[in-house]
């Protein structure tokens, strides 16, 4: 059992668990479940990072205002750790961010700057940076670690999450697939992987309509991953595999693990579930695949869990129909209920 002195200590050392392998042609798939993290999310990591290291060298002092533009994970998780360091902290958010994280942001006790309205699916991130940097240009008592700019992003996975997924499997990990965001993660696993295992397959995953590893700019619904552009802390020369994943395929995947393994994940790790399990035939039974998870679908309880949400967005093959008997249905109205209604 972790003894943290405060909760940023008990960040890391996240748990792997193995999906069915009568499901994976006898493949062995492992998730890194990084939702475990007390912010619920991959991103943990990298907020508490930055910080320190900007405290180490004099750009982060007592007294400022921490800003950062996010899809949500990095901002719950530099609103928790400014909460413990005492620094106030605002998040730069579109207004497509799940209200489950909004919530989670100001539970914190941190403020948020939404965008203007944009349409569903366009990726903002652009806007978000440029907004950033002239408030941080204009207000010279904030600082902002910038994630998609900051080396400490990549350096802090390759310390930690890549160093932890080799304890666990050292030279017998076949493959990795990690969904690309801002891209540290990606860049930071692979490289330390690589480094101890040059056989290793690096396999990098964004959303149908991200160009990070190139192709044409599209809108598209999965959150906290892919973008317009490609990140100036990404390093491609240790990534083997680049693909593309669409958002229906992702919300199928998470959605079929939480009904047949009991394990609630976001999209963007339905996209790197997806991606293995529609490219199996790369590997052979006994094959050790692990693919990060990079937080939990309870955020996404609202949007790709929510039948409602699925049916607005095109997405209405994915409703399910209740498998409760006829018999029971009929004895819960007449006792006066309603069944998944309110």
């Known amino acids: 059992m972790k003894l943290g002195k405060n909760i940023l200590q008990t960040i890391g050392n996240t748990p792997v668990v193995m999906l069915d392998s009568r499901h994976t042609k006898?493949?062995?798939?492992?998730?890194?479940?990084?939702?475990?993290?007390?912010?619920?999310?991959?991103?943990?990591?990298?907020?508490?990072a930055m910080l320190e290291s900007a405290e180490a060298q004099g750009e982060l002092r007592s007294g400022m205002v921490v800003i950062e533009p996010s899809s949500g994970n990095t901002a719950i998780g530099l609103a928790m750790a400014c909460a413990v360091k005492g620094y106030q902290f605002i998040a730069v958010l579109n207004r497509m961010v799940p209200p489950a994280k909004c919530d989670k942001i100001r539970a914190f006790g941190a403020e948020i700057i939404f965008l203007p309205e944009f349409e569903a699916g366009t990726n903002t991130a652009k806007q978000l940076i440029s907004l950033t940097k002239e408030i941080v240009k204009a207000y010279p008592n904030a600082f902002s670690p910038m994630q998609f700019e900051n080396q400490v992003n990549p350096?802090?996975?390759?310390?930690?999450?890549?160093?932890?997924?080799?304890e666990t499997f050292g030279d017998n990990l076949t493959a990795c697939f990690v969904t690309a965001g801002s891209c540290g993660t990606l860049t930071g696993i692979s490289r330390y992987l690589k480094e101890k295992n040059p056989q290793v397959r690096i396999y990098g995953?964004?959303?149908?309509?991200?160009?990070?590893?190139?192709?044409?700019?599209?809108?598209?619904?999965?959150?906290?991953?892919?973008?317009?552009?490609?990140?100036?802390?990404?390093?491609?020369?240790?990534?083997?595999?680049?693909?593309?994943?669409?958002?229906?395929?992702?919300?199928?995947?998470?959605?079929?693990?939480?009904?047949?393994?009991?394990?609630?994940?976001?999209?963007?790790?339905?996209?790197?579930?997806?991606?293995?399990?529609s490219h199996l035939d790369d590997f052979k039974p006994g094959d050790n695949i692990v693919v990060v998870i990079p937080d939990s679908g309870e955020r996404y309880i609202d949007?790709?869990?929510?039948?409602?949400?699925?049916?607005?967005?095109?997405?209405?093959?994915?409703?399910?129909?209740?498998?409760?008997?006829?018999?029971?249905?009929?004895?819960?109205?007449?006792?006066?209920?309603?069944?998944?209604?309110?």
């Not at 062995?28 to 619920?40: D, H, Q």
């Not at 350096?155 to 080799?166: A, C, D, K, P």
């Not at 991200?210 to 892919?226: D, R, T």
């Open 155 to 166: 350096n802090e996975h390759y310390h930690s999450t890549g160093r932890e997924l080799y």
């Open 205 to 277: 995953v964004e959303p149908v309509g991200s160009a990070i590893f190139g192709g044409e700019p599209g809108k598209y619904l999965v959150q906290g991953a892919g973008l317009t552009f490609t990140p100036s802390i990404l390093d491609r020369s240790n990534i083997d595999i680049t693909l593309k994943i669409a958002d229906i395929d992702a919300f199928r995947i998470a959605r079929k693990l939480a009904r047949n393994e009991g394990i609630l994940i976001g999209g963007t790790g339905g996209c790197a579930v997806s991606a293995v399990l």
């Open 303 to 342: 949007t790709m869990y929510n039948d409602t949400w699925l049916s607005e967005n095109n997405f209405s093959e994915l409703i399910e129909e209740s498998t409760i008997e006829v018999n029971l249905k009929e004895i819960i109205t007449r006792m006066g209920c309603t069944l998944n209604e309110f």
């Open 26 to 48: 006898g493949i062995n798939i492992f998730l890194k479940m990084e939702n475990v993290n007390p912010g619920g999310s991959i991103k943990d990591r990298i907020a508490v």
